[in-house]
């Protein structure tokens, strides 16, 4: 009897401490970049579109109770990545437009980036008073806008803040911006004094500024949203004590963070995110607050061409046109165990809808005829017929089209390619082409270290995404501090082996930003004053440039990429294991 009675007395309290913990989801917009329709060329798993995008709020607003709607700035049509830039004024209407249905939406907080300031602070501030947008901009003093939103989710103060880029100045040098490390520490400060809270930071801020910010505060900020202009990051990370959420590109997903808090203190958390496909059915409401076009791709429709009348107003329209039939060659490898026959077809079908392809094996007299005529290096290798020129999608592919005697060659820099025509194939030999601060870089190391431990007789060589330019080596970043880790990593291949290297790797890229980078090489038992010594000497830089012969070569700047026996590239995802590497050799033995 003692022991059921103690039984249900745990099983009470459980429930009761279960009863105290307040469940919140987060669902994160921003970088949308102008983007207002769903995309007309996309996979339907990626569609995107603000219509879309507000069915499937109101959809997670009846499904969660507590649920904050945030945006973390970047959205306004006209900026660099602004993939439908148009006219001066055609890129005023959309970000009107998208400040619109940004009211409707009624988010709990915005912030702002540069992208906001392409049409004046008066157009900026009007949008915002006439669509009541919860504007938020924290380091922005001579501006009507909030320092911080205060929410109160089951009586949990969440205090909001915005950092804003320095880069608005650029667009408007009459902005007062005062130091947000100054401002933040005296928000703290003052917060502490009041019993228990959390805070959510939107920041439209540079990764690295973000992340400096983060070294001195990082126990302050338990959550990030993010709008970086780096679109490599990952779309979620922890980094030290904060979690880093970061919107999807032209908001063709909705990025969401399920906490569960307690005692204003996050005890567990989920990332998730929820594709907006082109199954989800636009909100009727938002369809008809917005033009119905502003340019031809916004009238996109399986297997025929439109043209947007009247672009950019509430009388615009698509009239349709069928799509002539266009004959295309693909030249394929007689072998290939890598290569993917219809990624290039589709991409090509995007443009030209009426395109109609034939493909052809590498050994056949028109396949050696076309590969001479274009000096072809790369398979599929793709030859439209000339008469494409008359056809609507010409001008959108033009610019990535070579011209012969009765084909056009597709440049591979459009469609891509997966192997090398011209050269010569070198059993077990695989040469990786990364960053140590790129994408899924410590799933490749895992990746490696488990292809040696299972093929000893493997040949690895890596060589790190670097270029030497007129003053120097420059990294995909930019910063100094990528390739001083590049350098290091360089030392120990040469003072010691790969095998180590990846040992090193394996602990470093759990923490890549972190300052202490001597820490995993302790752990990795290697000499941290030798590898320091090797990093800041002169013939490091000798030995990267030989290192990147082969980038240069094969004119590789991105990565992670594998070379698979001197002639099959593919990337590297998250997905990949090394049973499928493992399986490709032996594919190419048969």
Same mark, same amino acid.
């Given at each position: 009897?003692?022991?059921?009675?103690? &039984?249900?007395?745990?099983?009470?309290?459980?429930?009761?401490? +279960?009863?105290?913990?307040?469940?919140?989801?987060?669902?994160?917009?921003?970088?949308?970049?102008?983007?207002?329709?769903?995309?007309?060329?996309?996979?339907?798993?990626?569609?995107?579109?603000?219509?879309?995008?507000?069915?499937?709020?109101?959809?997670?607003?009846?499904?969660?109770?507590?649920?904050?709607?945030?945006?973390?700035?970047?959205?306004?049509?006209?900026?660099?990545?602004?993939?439908?830039?148009?006219?001066? %004024?055609?890129?005023?209407?959309?970000?009107?437009?998208?400040?619109?249905?940004?009211?409707?939406?009624?988010?709990?907080?915005?912030?702002?980036?540069?992208?906001?300031?392409?049409?004046?602070?008066?157009?900026?501030?009007?949008?915002?008073?006439?669509?009541?947008?919860?504007?938020?901009?924290?380091?922005?003093?001579?501006?009507?806008?909030?320092?911080?939103?205060?929410?109160?989710?089951?009586? !949990?103060?969440? @205090?909001?803040?915005?950092?804003?880029?320095? +880069?608005?100045?650029?667009?408007?040098?009459? /902005?007062?911006?005062?130091? &947000?490390? %100054?401002?933040?520490?005296?928000?703290?400060?003052?917060?502490?004094?009041?019993?228990?809270?959390?805070?959510?930071?939107?920041?439209?801020?540079?990764?690295?500024?973000?992340?400096?910010?983060?070294?001195?505060?990082?126990?302050?900020?338990?959550?990030?949203?993010?709008?970086?202009?780096? =679109?490599?990051?990952?779309? @979620?990370?922890?980094?030290?004590?904060?979690?880093?959420?970061?919107?999807?590109?032209?908001?063709?997903?909705?990025?969401?963070?399920?906490?569960? !808090?307690?005692?204003?203190?996050?005890?567990?958390?989920?990332?998730?995110?929820?594709?907006?496909?082109?199954?989800?059915?636009?909100?009727?409401?938002?369809?008809?607050?917005?033009?119905?076009?502003?340019?031809?791709?916004?009238?996109?429709?399986?297997?025929?061409?439109?043209?947007?009348?009247?672009?950019?107003?509430?009388?615009?329209?698509?009239?349709?046109?069928?799509? +002539?039939?266009?004959?295309?060659?693909?030249?394929?490898? $007689?072998?290939?165990?890598?290569?993917?026959?219809?990624?290039?077809?589709?991409?090509?079908?995007?443009?030209?809808?009426? =395109?109609?392809?034939?493909?052809?094996?590498?050994?056949?007299?028109?396949?050696?005829? /076309?590969?001479?005529? @274009?000096?072809?290096?790369?398979?599929?290798?793709? @030859?439209?017929?000339?008469?494409?020129? $008359?056809?609507?999608?010409?001008?959108?592919?033009?610019?990535?089209? $070579?011209?012969?005697?009765?084909?056009?060659?597709? #440049?591979?820099?459009?469609?891509?390619?997966?192997?090398?025509?011209?050269?010569?194939? !070198?059993?077990?030999?695989?040469?990786?082409?990364?960053?140590?601060?790129?994408?899924?870089?410590?799933?490749?190391?895992?990746?490696?270290?488990?292809?040696?431990?299972?093929?000893?007789?493997?040949?690895?060589?890596?060589?790190?995404?670097?270029?030497?330019?007129?003053?120097?080596?420059?990294?995909? %970043?930019?910063?100094?501090?990528?390739?001083?880790?590049?350098?290091?990593? =360089?030392?120990?291949?040469?003072?010691?082996?790969?095998?180590?290297?990846?040992?090193?790797?394996?602990?470093?890229?759990?923490?890549?930003?972190?300052?202490?980078?001597?820490?995993?090489?302790?752990?990795? #038992?290697?000499?941290?004053?030798?590898?320091?010594?090797?990093?800041?000497? $002169?013939?490091?830089?000798?030995?990267?440039?030989?290192?990147?012969?082969?980038?240069?070569? =094969?004119?590789?700047?991105?990565?992670?990429?594998? /070379?698979?026996?001197?002639?099959?590239? &593919?990337?590297?995802?998250?997905?990949?294991?090394?049973?499928?590497?493992?399986?490709?050799?032996?594919?190419?033995?048969?």
């Amino acid at each position: 009897m003692r022991k059921a009675i103690l &039984f249900l007395f745990i099983i009470f309290s459980f429930l009761v401490l +279960q009863g105290n913990c307040t469940q919140l989801v987060i669902v994160a917009t921003g970088n949308t970049h102008g983007a207002l329709y769903s995309c007309g060329v996309c996979p339907s798993t990626k569609a995107g579109g603000l219509a879309r995008r507000a069915t499937l709020i109101n959809k997670l607003r009846k499904k969660y109770k507590n649920i904050l709607l945030l945006d973390s700035g970047k959205n306004f049509a006209g900026g660099v990545f602004d993939e439908f830039n148009q006219t001066a %004024s055609l890129n005023l209407k959309r970000s009107y437009y998208l400040s619109k249905v940004l009211g409707f939406l009624n988010y709990d907080a915005l912030c702002l980036g540069e992208e906001e300031f392409n049409f004046g602070r008066k157009f900026l501030v009007d949008v915002i008073k006439e669509n009541h947008l919860n504007v938020v901009a924290s380091n922005i003093k001579n501006m009507p806008l909030n320092s911080y939103i205060l929410k109160k989710i089951e009586k !949990i103060p969440i @205090f909001i803040l915005g950092y804003v880029e320095k +880069q608005v100045k650029n667009k408007e040098p009459s /902005l007062e911006m005062i130091d &947000f490390d %100054s401002y933040f520490s005296n928000f703290v400060e003052n917060l502490n004094t009041q019993g228990k809270h959390l805070v959510i930071l939107l920041s439209s801020c540079d990764d690295a500024v973000l992340k400096s910010f983060l070294d001195k505060h990082s126990q302050d900020v338990p959550i990030v949203i993010s709008s970086t202009w780096d =679109l490599s990051l990952p779309p @979620f990370e922890k980094y030290k004590k904060t979690l880093i959420l970061r919107p999807a590109f032209q908001g063709k997903s909705l990025r969401l963070l399920h906490l569960e !808090i307690e005692n204003s203190e996050i005890k567990n958390y989920r990332f998730d995110e929820v594709q907006i496909k082109k199954e989800i059915t636009p909100h009727q409401k938002i369809k008809d607050m917005l033009p119905r076009c502003f340019r031809n791709e916004d009238c996109a429709r399986g297997g025929l061409y439109g043209e947007c009348k009247n672009p950019g107003t509430l009388t615009s329209f698509c009239q349709y046109y069928e799509a +002539q039939k266009i004959n295309c060659k693909v030249i394929i490898p $007689k072998k290939c165990v890598s290569c993917n026959m219809t990624a290039g077809e589709d991409l090509l079908k995007r443009f030209i809808l009426g =395109l109609d392809c034939t493909r052809i094996s590498s050994d056949t007299p028109l396949a050696n005829s /076309l590969i001479k005529e @274009f000096n072809v290096e790369l398979l599929p290798a793709y @030859f439209i017929e000339k008469n494409v020129q $008359k056809d609507k999608g010409f001008r959108r592919v033009a610019m990535f089209l $070579k011209e012969g005697k009765d084909y056009f060659y597709v #440049k591979p820099t459009f469609v891509g390619g997966t192997f090398f025509v011209n050269r010569k194939s !070198i059993p077990w030999r695989i040469d990786v082409f990364f960053s140590p601060f790129g994408r899924n870089s410590l799933h490749l190391v895992e990746l490696l270290r488990g292809l040696i431990k299972k093929a000893p007789q493997l040949h690895l060589e890596i060589h790190f995404l670097a270029q030497e330019e007129k003053n120097g080596f420059q990294t995909l %970043s930019g910063k100094s501090y990528e390739l001083e880790e590049i350098l290091r990593c =360089l030392c120990i291949k040469e003072l010691y082996s790969y095998s180590k290297l990846l040992e090193y790797l394996s602990f470093r890229l759990k923490d890549i930003y972190s300052t202490w980078w001597q820490d995993p090489l302790i752990k990795a #038992k290697l000499n941290v004053d030798k590898i320091k010594k090797c990093a800041q000497s $002169k013939e490091i830089l000798n030995s990267l440039r030989k290192n990147t012969e082969l980038n240069r070569e =094969l004119n590789i700047l991105l990565g992670p990429y594998i /070379l698979l026996e001197n002639q099959e590239i &593919f990337g590297i995802s998250k997905h990949t294991k090394v049973e499928d590497i493992l399986n490709m050799i032996k594919k190419r033995r048969r």
